[in-house]
Nanobody, 124 residues
């Protein structure tokens, strides 16, 4: 497993932007499928975005398409979530997740490494 630490969350105005980062430990980060999930108060954790370890497959939840972008920098062992045109309903704790040699998945049970989460609050 890889150790994951998220950062970059905070209070953002509706319509604004923020970039979340997820720093990973380990030398095999470039072989990890990575994903972002979120959990709003009183709701179940839901999928946001992910890509396969090779980067050839990328997935987005319908609710975030065109507004959120997942990317990675293997040299920095970091995956990012660029969030734009934020809405109040984007308010949640955001988690990054990883799976060695994973194909990329929208299902959280497919991931075996998780960060502690970072809070994003969008004010309207």
């Amino acid at each position: 497993q890889v150790q994951l630490v998220e950062s970059g969350g905070g209070l953002v105005q509706a319509g604004g932007s923020v970039r979340l980062s997820c720093a990973a430990s380990g030398r095999t980060f470039n072989r990890y499928a990575m994903g972002w999930f979120r959990q709003a108060p009183g709701k179940e954790r839901e999928f946001v975005a992910a890509f396969s370890w090779s980067g050839t497959r990328t997935f987005y939840a319908d609710s975030v398409k065109g507004r959120l972008t997942i990317s990675r920098d293997n040299a920095k062992n970091t995956v990012y979530l660029q969030m734009s045109s934020l809405k109040a309903e984007d308010t949640a704790v955001y988690y990054c997740a990883g799976r060695y040699m994973g194909r990329g998945s929208t299902d959280d049970v497919e991931y075996d490494s998780w960060g502690q989460g970072t809070q994003v609050t969008v004010s309207s």
